[in-house]
Every structure is written in structure tokens, then in C-alpha cells.
């Protein structure tokens, strides 16, 4: 059976100090979000309804306050002036329906209702993201799933009346309306109001659950269905994803000892490949050592036979004829000369040969011994950043409960497995452009 989908829509303020945070986050002012799945290279399609441009929000207040279009009369120095309303529903529900292209028509009319509860001229900015990845359903389907949902940052304003004091000079006029402000006041706005019940007793129903029945009401009514409102009074409209999310990351967690125990073996087995490389080398290199005196040997036998020509023949005896010098010492000298130079030639090209062989197969097991050294420090970093991210685990659990812990690790699973989808989406779209 499907799980069902729910609506949320819940409300945020802000003063004006506290803004700031919040709107970095909205218009993706930060450079890097590293305890997010935010992919910035997919930023580009996240949609704006609704923007003040250039200005920031505060910049944009003042000017509309420097204008008369809202007042801050009477408020105080930290009164919430900003509401950030936060419109969502489960991921799988943009999923199933063609993901960005149904996100961006669904927000579209969401912005329409944002407009109809602030008024279009009270819209700050209103912003679909589009660049956060779910990991938890990334991790379920195999492929990136993000996570569609809108910020709309809006000045709570509601109309004042402002009436004639007894200091009016005409006394007909005290007490009748003088004019009529744009007040900006979170607690007139989202009011609470009593109702009573079908037995007679009186009951307080919160702004923000009837903000739910007319959020969900009006995307009804736009032909967007297949989703129900969000339970009244409960944080369980989001239980079936959350069960799944939070079995994932148990399951994660649960690996960790394994991987831990595999990097341990891997680690053990590569060191002792590196000692094995080692040996091999120290021995290749003991043979080049051996080879070098034998070629020093044959340098010393070559420069005894390319000396000056005078110093190597005899002379020749007195009144001796040049036929028997040539028989008797000239030529048994020569064929000498000509038999060691040939063995001289084979036994350099034979050395030769050996000694460029054992320069390679020294080169090659000192390469792989460095390697070796590198994947062992690569592997043991892992180990104990995990090992680091297990112990970390199981001590938060112990001081707050695993419950607890568990549920908070929900919006960051979320925005995680966000993150890789939306880097595999905006490749896609590249290369669709680029076609």
C-alpha cells in the first residue's frame, strides 16, 4: 500500500536583526553549505515568484516604510516584522509526477495563495528550491530525488485604525476614524479565534491550523490532489518518510562497524604487500650494487686498450725487418687487442642489459610500494573518520535517547541525498542544452 502524502504549511518570524540568517539561506547567499545537501551547481533552477532585486530584506522594509506603505509605529526595536512561511509536501509526491517541471506548476499556485493570505504588495520574496537532495529517498529509488519546497518571506500587515484623540479640536471628531495605516503586527495577523462546538463548549483554534485547512482547501480547488492536510495538533503527517529515513541511517550506522572491521583487514593485508615490495627492491638494488665493480672493471680494461699507440706496441729490435716485427709482435698483439675487445663488447651489452633490467624492477616495486603507503594512509583516515562518526553517534544516543537523535538526523538525511540528485539532474540538463 502507498504511503500517503501530506501538505505542511507552517510560519516562521523574524526580527529584523534575525533575518539576515534566514535570507542567506533562502536566496543561497552563503558560499558553501556544508552541513547541507545543497548542490550550487543546480541553484540556477530554483524558481522566483517573487523578488526585491538588488535590495536585501531589511533594505526593502525600510524602503517601504520610507514610502507609507506599511508603519513600524509602536512596535518595538525587536518586534518580529518578517514571517517566513514554509510551504512542503513529501518528496515522493513531486517524485511521481515528473519531479522539477510538476514542482515548478504546483509552487506557482502555492505562490497564488501566498499572495491572497499577504497581499501581493507585502511579498518580500518567494523562492522554490530546487538544489536539495533527499538522500533517504536517493538511496531507496537509485537515482537522485530532490526535495521541492518554497520560502516566502512576507511583512504581516494589517490595517489600523488610527482615530481622533479628545486633543482634536473638533469635538465631533474625537473618537472617529482619522486614518487608516498599514501596521505591520505578527500577533494581529495570525490571531487566534475562538469557536465554539457542537456541545456548546468554547475552543481556541490556532491561526496556523486554519492557515493548513485553507492552504490545503485552495490547491484542492486548483485541481491539485492526491495529498491530504497535515494531521491537526500532530507532528506525524511526515512519519511514513521519516520511518524510512531514520531506518536508512540506523542501517548506515550499523555498517560502519563492518566497514571499520573490512578497512582493518585491507590495511593489515597492504601493509604486509608493502613489506614484501620492499624486500624485493632492497634485493634488486643489492644485485645493481654488485654489478657496478664488474663495469668499472671493464671501463679500466677499455681505457688500458685505447691508450696512445706508442704505449701500447713494442718496439721493434735492432735490425729486426718489418715483416718479422709484423709476424712475430704486431700481429699476435692485434688479434690480442681484437679478442678482448669483442669479449669486452659482449660482456658490456650482456651487464648492460641486466643492469637496465634491475633499474626497472627496482623502479617498479618502489612505485608500488609507494602506492601501497598511500592507500594505507588513504584507508586509515577512513577508519577513523568513521570510527569517529560511530563513537560520536553512540554517545549523543546515550546522553539524549536515540529517538531524539535519530529524528533531528531526519532534515540532514533529507538534504543529502537532495544534494546528489540535483548534481545528477543538472548534468543531465546539460547535456540536453549542450545537444
Known amino acids: ?9 507552517r510560519v516562521e518570524q523574524h526580527t529584523k536583526a534575525s533575518i539576515g540568517k534566514s535570507e542567506r539561506h533562502i536566496e543561497r547567499k552563503n558560499e558553501s553549505y556544508e552541513n547541507m545537501n545543497v548542490d550550487l551547481s543546480r541553484t540556477p533552477m530554483n524558481v522566483h515568484y517573487q523578488s526585491c532585486g538588488d535590495q536585501t530584506y531589511n533594505a526593502h522594509l525600510d524602503k517601504l516604510v520610507e514610502d507609507g506603505s506599511v508603519s513600524l509605529r509602536g512596535l518595538k526595536k525587536d518586534a518580529k ?11 515522493a509526491y513531486f517524485e511521481e509526477r515528473g519531479g522539477y517541471e510538476y514542482a515548478c ?6 505562490f497564488r495563495f501566498a499572495q491572497k493570505e499577504y497581499g501581493p504588495e507585502n511579498i518580500v520574496s518567494a ?4 538544489d536539495e537532495l533527499n538522500t533517504a529517498l536517493t538511496e531507496q529509488s537509485g537515482h537522485p530525488v530532490y526535495h521541492y519546497h518554497m520560502h516566502v518571506v512576507a511583512l504581516p500587515v494589517v490595517d489600523k485604525e488610527i482615530l481622533w484623540t479628545k486633543r482634536c479640536k473638533d469635538p465631533e471628531l474625537v473618537g472617529t476614524v482619522k486614518e487608516v495605516i498599514h501596521q505591520i503586527s505578527h500577533s494581529k495577523k495570525w490571531a487566534s479565534k475562538k469557536e465554539t462546538d ?8 490556532k491561526s ?13 480547488d486548483a485541481g491539485f490532489e492526491d495529498f491530504e492536510r497535515g494531521e491537526r495538533g500532530s507532528t506525524a503527517q511526515h512519519l511514513s518518510v521519516t520511518e524510512f529515513k531514520v531506518k536508512k541511517e540506523t542501517e548506515r550506522l550499523d555498517n560502519l562497524k563492518t566497514t571499520a572491521a573490512f578497512m582493518e583487514n585491507s590495511i593489515r593485508f597492504l601493509e604486509g604487500q608493502t613489506e614484501e615490495a620492499q624486500k624485493k627492491a632492497d634485493k634488486a638494488q643489492a644485485r645493481v650494487d654488485k654489478l657496478v665493480p664488474k663495469m668499472e672493471q671493464i671501463e ?8 696512445d699507440a706508442d704505449q701500447v706496441l713494442p718496439q721493434p729490435d735492432v735490425l729486426e725487418s718489418a715483416k718479422s716485427y709484423r709476424e712475430k709482435k704486431a700481429m699476435p698483439l692485434y688479434r690480442k687487442i681484437i679478442g678482448v675487445l669483442r669479449n669486452l663488447f659482449s660482456k658490456y651489452l650482456t651487464l648492460k642489459h641486466d643492469y637496465e633490467d634491475l633499474q626497472r624492477k627496482y623502479k617498479r616495486e618502489i612505485d608500488s610500494g609507494n602506492q601501497m603507503k598511500k592507500t594505507i594512509k588513504r584507508l586509515n583516515e577512513e577508519k577513523d573518520s568513521q570510527s569517529g562518526i560511530v563513537a560520536k553517534f553512540y554517545a549523543l544516543c546515550r546522553g539524549y535517547g536515540e529517538d531524539y ?31
Not at 516584522?81 to 518528496?91: A, G, P, Q, R
Not at 523562492?127 to 530546487?130: K, L, R
Not at 485553507?214 to 484542492?220: A, G, K, V
Not at 537523535?405 to 540536453?432: C, F, N, V
Open 1 to 9: 500500500m502507498r504511503d500517503k502524502n501530506y501538505s505542511a504549511a
Open 81 to 91: 516584522v518578517f514571517d517566513e512561511m514554509i510551504f512542503d509536501v513529501n518528496t
Open 105 to 110: 506548476r504546483f509552487y506557482g499556485e502555492v
Open 127 to 130: 523562492v522554490m528550491h530546487a
Open 198 to 205: 457542537e456541545n456548546g463548549h468554547t475552543q481556541i483554534i
Open 208 to 220: 496556523y491550523s486554519l492557515l493548513q485547512d485553507r492552504f490545503f482547501e485552495h490547491m484542492r
Open 300 to 307: 679500466d680494461l677499455a681505457r688500458k686498450y685505447t691508450s
Open 405 to 435: 537523535i535519530e529524528s533531528q538526523a531526519m532534515g540532514i538525511l533529507e538534504r543529502e541525498a537532495m544534494e546528489r540528485q540535483q548534481k545528477e539532474l543538472a548534468r543531465q540538463r546539460y547535456d540536453r542544452d549542450a545537444r
